[in-house]
């Protein structure tokens, strides 16, 4: 499965059906520090923001782990990693052990339609985190609005 099959699943299964905003590759603001893309980001009506980062291989999950700026985005409220189901099964007990100490949750995604992703690890949420105002939500929009445009132009 590739990254934007399971980009299409997580966001039909938390956006669609779940009435959240979902956005795929969003560049996120980590303090003065920096800045990093998301795999997919997905706003609650309550305006708090989730975000997914999907790794389709083990070298592609560690090599995450060993990034400058990680995933701590002054709006992300809760943080997962999503893995194709199988590779999840076949991985479990690493990936177990490596996220142990992280505020992180864990999704597995399989190769079907409909509620595929299954949330296997809640993330530990960071209360520290508000919603993000009607302005960065628009900000958002606006920029999910212009990547679905250019997407389907092509």
């Known amino acids: 499965m590739t990254e934007a099959e399971l980009q299409k699943r997580i966001a039909y299964q938390f956006g669609l059906i779940n009435g959240n905003i979902v956005l795929p590759n969003i560049l996120l603001t980590v303090g003065r520090v920096g800045h990093y893309e998301a795999d997919l ?24 782990l060993k990034k400058k700026i990680y995933h701590n985005s ?3 409220r809760n943080f997962y990693y999503a ?9 479990s007990t690493e990936i ?4 142990l100490d992280s505020d ?3 999704m597995a995604v399989r190769d079907f339609q409909g ?18 105002t009607e302005q960065k939500l628009y900000e958002l929009l606006r ?6 445009y250019t997407a389907n132009r092509m």
């Open 143 to 148: 920029i999910g609005c212009m990547k679905w």
């Open 96 to 99: 177990n052990q490596i996220l």
């Open 104 to 106: 992180a949750g864990i």
């Open 74 to 76: 002054d709006i992300v």
């Open 115 to 132: 509620r595929c992703a299954r949330i296997l690890r809640d993330p530990k949420t960071r209360r520290n985190i508000k919603p993000i």
């Open 41 to 64: 980001l997905y706003i609650t009506p309550k305006r708090y923001c989730t975000e997914v980062e999907i790794k389709i291989s083990m070298a592609d999950f560690k090599a995450d």
């Open 83 to 91: 893995f194709p189901h199988e590779l999840y099964q076949e991985n």
